[in-house]
C-alpha cells in the first residue's frame, strides 16, 4: 500500500464493506430475477444487474417500479413509463457501461501500471489518477455505445455502420455528462476529503475505494439525467 495511503477507522470499512455485499447481493438477485423475466430488450438483462452494483437497494426498488419484465409466456403488453421514469432508465442504460468501464480501468491499471504513461504519468499528469482516468473514460465511452449500439440497432433496424453512428450520437454526451459526475465526486473525494479526514489518498485495491465510487456514480447518474432528457425529447435517443 502506498505511503500516502489513508488510514481508515473500522467503522469506515465496516460501512463500506456493508454497501459493497449490498451491491453484489441486488446484483445477483437482479440477475436470477431476468432471467424468469427476460427484457424485451436483451441488453437490459445486463444493464440492470450492473447498475444494482453502485446503487443497491434504492436502484432495486426503481427495477421492481419501472423495469421488472413480465414472467416468460406472459404476452400482455408492458405498461408505458411516463417521462421520468422512460429517463431513469435511459441513463441506466448508459451508466452499466460507465461502471463496466470504470471497473475494467482501474483493475486494468493495477494488473498493467505501465499502461497509465501511456496516457500521460510523469509527462502529461504529475498525479497518476489522471491517467488512470483516461483509461476509465475510454473503457466507459466504448462499452457504452456497445449497449446503446444493442439498443438503438434492432429498435430502428440498422445496419452496423449506421447503428453505431445512431449510437454515439445517442450517447456520447450523456456518457460524458455521466464520468464528469464520476470523475468530479472521486477528486473532490481523493484530493480534499480523505486527506483531510483520513490523512491520505484511497488505494483501488481497498473497500473504501469502491464505495466511494459507488457514491461517484449516484451522482454520475445525477448529471447523466437531465441530458439523457433533452435527447430523448429531441428525438436523438429513442424512448425506453
Known sequence: MPADAATFPAWVTAIAWTSLVIGFACAGWVWLDVRRRPQRMSVMNVVWPVNMLFGG??????????????????DRPPRRRSMPEAVAVSTNHCGAGCTLGDIVGEFLLVLVPVLAVVTGYGWLFQERIFAVWVWDFVFAFAIGIAFQFFAIAPMRGLNLRDGLKAAVAADAASISAWQVGMYGTMAIAQFLLVPLWFGGMIPVLTPEFWFVMQLAMIVGFCTSYPVNWLLIRGGVKERM
Not at 57 to 74: N, S
Open 57 to 74: 437497494i434504492l436502484w432495486l426498488l426503481v427495477y421492481l417500479r419501472t423495469g421488472r419484465a413480465a414472467r416468460r409466456g406472459d
